[in-house]
């Protein structure tokens, strides 16, 4: 987790780390944050994808940033 420290003394905005699995239980997306700007964090988000053994064969790093909806 990040943690933003803004206004008074002991304010912080929380920043997760956010992750998606599928019904298997496979990790299947994470979004790491990487910025803050004007109260809304961007994330990084590294896909995954798996062969028919469970095994993961493909893991993406996209260089653009998204927020938490995207």
Same mark, same amino acid.
Not at 4 to 9: H, L, V, W
Not at 10 to 29: D, S
Not at 30 to 41: F, Q
């Given at each position: 987790?990040m943690?933003? =420290?803004?206004?008074?003394?002991?304010?912080?905005l929380l920043?997760? $780390?956010?992750? +998606?699995? %599928?019904?298997?239980?496979?990790?299947?997306?994470?979004?790491?944050?990487?910025?803050?700007? =004007?109260?809304?964090?961007?994330?990084?988000?590294?896909?995954?994808? $798996?062969?028919k +053994?469970g %095994?993961?064969?493909?893991?993406?790093?996209?260089?653009?940033?998204?927020?938490?909806?995207a």
């Amino acid at each position: 987790m990040m943690f933003k =420290e803004f206004g008074g003394a002991n304010e912080k905005l929380l920043i997760e $780390y956010l992750y +998606a699995y %599928n019904y298997a239980g496979w990790l299947i997306e994470s979004r790491i944050p990487v910025k803050l700007e =004007e109260g809304e964090a961007f994330y990084q988000v590294v896909p995954f994808r $798996y062969d028919k +053994a469970g %095994n993961r064969t493909e893991e993406k790093y996209y260089l653009d940033y998204q927020t938490r909806e995207a």
